[in-house]
């Protein structure tokens, strides 16, 4: 029994550091806000990693999908830059503005998923202690 614990406890440890190696930012708690200073709400919570791991989310592109010729695609990850460099804070090009690519995204996850904050509070306010 006390095996078994040993042997998931080493596991566990095995995982987490695969994925601190896979490049994922330490300590991000919001996102970036400077595009939209001043604010007119609270940042958004946003604890990256602890984020990721409680949704059990593996896969990077999930949120930082790649560009080709113009279009989202899965198939390349673009983490490293930020969704800014892509997304304007207004239309241009036909590209979705940075406020809705951020709401589109985390709400359209959380209401397919039926997990995570819909409403407006549940992401503007500082992450749960
Ligand atoms: C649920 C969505 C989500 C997932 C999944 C996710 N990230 Fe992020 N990540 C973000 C957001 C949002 C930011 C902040 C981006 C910004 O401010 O422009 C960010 C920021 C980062 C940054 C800091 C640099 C930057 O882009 O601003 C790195 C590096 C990063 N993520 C790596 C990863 C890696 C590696 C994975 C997969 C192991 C991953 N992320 C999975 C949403 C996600
Ligand atoms: C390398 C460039 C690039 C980066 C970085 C990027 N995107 Fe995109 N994104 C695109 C392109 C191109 C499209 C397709 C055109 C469009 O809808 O804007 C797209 C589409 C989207 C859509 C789909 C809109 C819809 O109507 O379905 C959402 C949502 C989105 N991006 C959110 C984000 C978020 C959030 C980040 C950062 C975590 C991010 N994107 C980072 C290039 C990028
Ligand atoms: C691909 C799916 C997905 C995306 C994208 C996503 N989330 Fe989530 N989020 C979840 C799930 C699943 C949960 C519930 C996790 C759990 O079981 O507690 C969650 C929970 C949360 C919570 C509540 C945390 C708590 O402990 O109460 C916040 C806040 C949150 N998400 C913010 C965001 C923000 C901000 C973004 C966009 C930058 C985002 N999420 C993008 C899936 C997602
Ligand atoms: C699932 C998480 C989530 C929910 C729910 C959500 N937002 Fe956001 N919102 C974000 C993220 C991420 C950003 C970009 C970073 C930031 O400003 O915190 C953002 C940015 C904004 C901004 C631009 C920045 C500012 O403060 O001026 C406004 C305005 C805003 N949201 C209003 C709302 C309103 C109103 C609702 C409810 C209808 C809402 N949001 C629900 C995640 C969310």
Sequence with gaps: ML???IIVLTLLAA????????GAPDGVITVSTSAFEPLTRPAA???HDEHNEKAGIDDCAACHHGE????????????GTPCADCHALT???DRTP???AYHRQCMGCHKTTGKGPANCGGCHKPWPA
């Design 91 to 93: 239309v241009k090009d």
């Design 45 to 47: 919570a946003f604890a």
């Design 3 to 5: 095996h078994r614990t």
């Design 98 to 100: 940075l406020k809705r």
């Design 15 to 22: 995982i987490g550091v695969t994925y601190a190696l896979a």
């Design 68 to 79: 080709i010729d113009g279009k989202q695609t899965l198939e390349e990850t673009s983490e």
